[in-house]
């Protein structure tokens, strides 16, 4: 097993990956940047490095800071978290040749994977079902127009190295194509550097349905079920839960099992998340592999009572998978909201500034991932998401009456956050029929603010 761990991320992630680290027994640093001197990652850590400067650019994705860091202190692994350098398939081959392990895939699963265009090739080549859409990338404006009318209306336009719903556009009618087209790759160049494009059937209302998967290096590969993450504002997930009550017990083994192949069909090793579109009539189809551990991984270790990140450390330390699918059950209902710190009557926009005071809920099967406290300045420089409310109740209804109740009790002062909007949704009549798709903030959020 690792004697010490650096974690190359900040925030709520940095802590819960801390934790877990504590409980095995292993030594664990931590890596800021300036304004994060006083974040909560670099006081629960045993040790840590100062990176650089406030943009993330110059630390949290600063490579080079990061690798120095983990050589001069000795650390035999690195966990990357999400965002930042997690799906940096450079960053896990250099750590790789530093002779220090990068918890997650290998650098040739993260950039095969990392290209939404070629895993979707890849996944038809192995049976998975994909979205009907171009057959590799066009950035061609005449030729994707070409694949746009053979396709179908309406279309959604997608970057190869999109993320976090961004470098997409919808197209309804071709005459708005030449915009969409042009605004989602100017986008995805500003957002990624890079503007290959890609095009796909645009699924109408269709719910967002991703399964866990867990493989480790001696073949073994389980799904952990799913999570169904479409409660979402501007292409990205605000509420999850698990299970998805969409989901028949035949149609989940189908899509496990799809979920499975995936993982098998491209080697991969370690945590990872299948995510899929269902459509009305129960068809669903590939969209993208996230390689990493994703925000909302603790849905699942509150159904399964599996903890992701121990498992994720297992693995990567060559420790086979210590169960088998037969031995995952799915026990009970679980619901996260994630906490920002925006304005959603402007657009989400985010509203960074003091914790001047705060209360956090607390209580029977209440789980809250956060790095804030009392007195905290959240800086402007890095997501807007500032703590993950998490209830477990032995059924769906049960959890919405918990979340509720979290949301009622929850006081944040200083800065302005979502969780009214969030309140109001887990009070709204067809979230909890389960009448809802990856629409519903959109079509509901005038209602639901006013
Ligand atoms: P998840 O399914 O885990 O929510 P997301 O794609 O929303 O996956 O991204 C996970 C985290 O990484 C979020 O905090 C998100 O804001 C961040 N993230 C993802 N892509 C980017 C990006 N291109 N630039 C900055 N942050 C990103
Ligand atoms: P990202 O890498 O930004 O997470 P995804 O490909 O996972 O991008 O798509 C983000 C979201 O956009 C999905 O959760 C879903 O709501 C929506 N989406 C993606 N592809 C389609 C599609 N073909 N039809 C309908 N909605 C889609
Ligand atoms: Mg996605």
Redesign the pocket.
Known sequence: MFRKILIANRGEIAVRIIRTCKELGIETVAVYSVPDKTALHVQLADQAVCIGPAKAADSYLNMKNILQAATSLGCDAIHPG??FLSENATFAHLVEQCGITFIGPSAEVISMMGNKSQARRLMMEHGVPVVPGSNGSVNDLNEARAIADQIGYPVLIKASAG????GMRKAFEPHEFEQAFLTAKAEAKA??GDDDMYIEKLIVEPKHIEFQILADSFGNVVHLGERD?SIQRRN??MIEEAPSKALTPQLREQMGQAAVLAAKASGYQNAG?VEFVLDKHHNFYFIEM?TRI???HPITEMVTGVDLIREQIRIAAKQPLPFTQADIHLNGHAIECRINAEDPQNNFAPCPGVIKSMHLPGGMGVRIDTAIYQGYQIPPYY?S?IAKFIVHAPNRLQAIRKMRRVLEEVVIEGVQTNTDLLYYIMHDEDYVKGLFDTSFIEKKLDKLVN
């Open positions: 999400f965002g993320g976090g719903g961004r957002c990624f993450c990205q997930k998340t996230n994703q925000v909302e997501d998401m």
